[in-house]
């Protein structure tokens, strides 16, 4: 498992805050989603044999949103 964290642009809402965590808890690999509405940052903690930042940056940006990963330092858990 890693750990990564993403830049979310275009939330303003609690709602966005939810649509941006639901659609990222479906993905394949992913264990864990937290999305902070008030910093928008967002904590990924997913299998990287199964998914990459670029596919979850992708599928924030599918549903209207803006994520770039902002810490590429891999947290092994």
């Known amino acids: 498992m890693i ?3 993403f830049k979310v642009d275009g939330m303003s809402c609690a709602a ?3 649509a941006v ?3 990222v808890a479906k993905l394949d690999g992913v ?3 937290s999305v902070n509405l008030m910093t928008g940052l967002m904590d990924v903690t997913y299998d990287e044999a199964k998914l990459d930042s ?3 940056s992708q599928e924030v940006t599918d549903v209207g949103y803006s994520a770039s990963l902002i810490e590429d330092e891999s ?3």
């Open 31 to 33: 264990d864990e989603v």
């Open 75 to 77: 947290k092994k858990n």
């Open 21 to 23: 965590e639901k659609t």
């Open 3 to 5: 750990k990564q964290r």
């Open 54 to 56: 670029a596919t979850i």
């Open 16 to 18: 966005c805050q939810n």
